[in-house]
């Protein structure tokens, strides 16, 4: 019995042990602000490409679907653009810009067909930039 509780006692260490090392890892990056990009293409447009980055951060290319969401982290206070292609357009924008979003939390936008829409609050928008063709 003596030997029971001491082996639950070692094992609620090593769990505690392993989640606080995971969340040290978790907070290597500290997120300033989230990023969110929309994908609000017309309904059948297929798929959009999402490449955001800033001088310190690359996020690489990814694939979003009509209808879904990708999400970044703003790691530094800095300039993180967002570029987007779809077929043979494509569109940048600044996703976090510090002068301009300051400490908000979140930057939303919205990819549409009449150009990419900021908003902070995820539902009154404004356009800030537009689809170009090489
Ligand atoms: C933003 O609003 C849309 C539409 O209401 C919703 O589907 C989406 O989940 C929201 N995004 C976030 C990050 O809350």
């Not at 602000?33 to 929309?38: E, K, L, R, S, T």
């Not at 959009?48 to 530094?76: A, F, L, N, P």
Request: glycine content about 6%.
């Amino acid at each position: 019995m003596v030997a029971r509780s001491c082996l639950v006692v070692f094992l609620v260490s090593v769990l505690l042990i392993i989640s606080q090392s995971s969340s040290v890892v978790g907070r290597q990056y500290k997120q300033l602000a989230a990023i969110h990009v929309a994908n609000s293409m017309p309904k059948g447009s297929g798929p959009i490409q999402i490449h955001c980055k800033s001088s310190y951060t690359d996020y690489g290319m990814h694939q979003v679907d009509q209808g879904d969401e990708y999400q970044c982290s703003v790691r530094e206070r800095a300039v993180y653009f967002c570029m987007a292609t779809s077929g043979r357009q494509f569109a940048w924008w600044h996703a976090f810009q510090p002068s301009r979003d300051g400490s908000r939390k979140a930057v939303y936008w919205l990819v549409k067909d009449d150009g990419i829409f900021l908003s902070w609050d995820n539902s009154t928008w404004v356009r800030k930039s537009v689809w170009q063709t090489e």
